[in-house]
C-alpha cells in the first residue's frame, strides 16, 4: 500500500537553531499537509501543499511530487516548537491521507 | 472558529456496549472523514462523507460499526457491540473539497473497551 516514510523519528534542536524533517512516499502524491500535535493531542495545520513551497514565520515546507518527498525547515527554533509533527499525503485524485509516523521534536534552552 | 468539535473526548465502554462517537465539523465545509488512529496500524481511514452524503466507506469494519451525517452540522460513528480490538482514538476532520482536500482534524475520541 501507500507508505510515507517520516524522518527523522525524534530530533533535539537547542533555541535558537534549525533542522529539516522528511516525507519520503513510495507513490506520487497529489498534496502533502504538515501539522504539529499540540499539548491538547489537536492536530494543528501547518501547510498545505500541492507543489512548490511555502514558507509561515520560521517554518518552510517544499513538496517534490515527481520526486516523492517533502520538507518541513525549522529555524530559530523556540521552546515552544516542542511536539511532534506529522506530514500527511493524499495520491493523485484521492482524499484518504496517508500519515507518516511523527518526528517528535524538542527544543531545549 | 472552533475547529472540528469532537465529543466525548473519553470514553469507556465495556466488551459489548455500543460506542457513539459525535464530530461537529468547521462550519460551511462539505466533506467530513473519520479515521481511527492506533499505535500498531497508525491512522487508519474509516468513510468520508461529501455533502452529507456517505462516498467512500471502504475503511469501515463491515460488521459492527455504521456512520451517518444527518445534517451538515454533525457525523455520528456508532460501533455496536465493542470488542477490546475497537480501543483507538477516533479522529474526525473536515474538509472545504475546493482546490484540494486540506483537511483539518479534530482533538479525537479516545475509545477504550474493557
Known amino acids: 500500500g501507500d507508505q510515507v516514510e517520516q524522518s527523522p523519528s525524534a530530533l533535539s534542536l537547542h533555541e535558537g537553531t534549525g533542522s529539516a524533517l522528511r516525507c519520503n512516499f513510495t507513490?506520487?502524491?497529489?498534496?502533502v499537509q504538515w501539522f504539529r500535535k499540540n499539548s491538547r493531542g489537536s492536530l494543528i495545520n501547518l501547510f498545505y501543499?500541492?507543489?512548490g513551497t511555502k514558507e509561515n514565520g520560521r517554518l518552510k515546507s517544499a513538496f517534490d511530487s515527481k520526486e516523492r518527498y517533502s520538507t518541513l525547515h525549522i529555524r530559530d527554533a523556540q521552546l515552544e516548537d516542542s511536539g511532534t509533527y506529522f506530514c500527511?499525503?493524499?495520491?493523485?485524485?484521492?482524499?484518504?491521507?496517508?500519515f507518516g509516523s511523527g518526528t517528535r521534536l524538542l527544543v531545549s534552552p | 472558529n472552533a475547529g472540528v468539535i469532537q465529543t466525548p473526548r473519553h470514553k469507556v465502554t465495556g466488551k459489548g456496549q455500543e460506542a457513539t462517537l459525535w464530530c461537529e465539523p468547521i462550519?460551511?465545509?462539505?466533506?467530513v472523514f473519520w479515521y481511527r488512529q492506533t499505535i500498531v496500524q497508525g491512522l487508519e481511514f474509516l468513510t468520508y462523507?461529501?455533502?452529507?452524503?456517505?462516498?467512500?466507506d471502504s475503511g469501515m469494519p463491515k460488521e459492527r460499526f455504521s456512520a451517518q451525517m444527518p445534517n451538515q452540522s454533525h457525523s455520528t460513528l456508532k460501533i455496536q457491540s465493542t470488542q477490546p480490538q475497537d480501543s483507538a482514538v477516533y479522529l474526525c476532520?473536515?474538509?472545504?473539497?475546493?482546490?484540494?482536500?486540506?483537511?483539518?482534524f479534530g482533538p479525537g475520541t479516545r475509545l477504550t473497551v474493557l
Open positions: 476532520a473536515s474538509s472545504l473539497e475546493t482546490g484540494g482536500y486540506e483537511q483539518y
Open positions: 507513490t506520487t502524491m497529489r498534496a
Open positions: 501543499l500541492a507543489s
Open positions: 500527511a499525503a493524499d495520491r493523485t485524485g484521492g482524499y484518504k491521507v496517508v
Open positions: 462550519s460551511g465545509h462539505s466533506a
Open positions: 462523507f461529501r455533502n452529507q452524503a456517505p462516498i467512500d
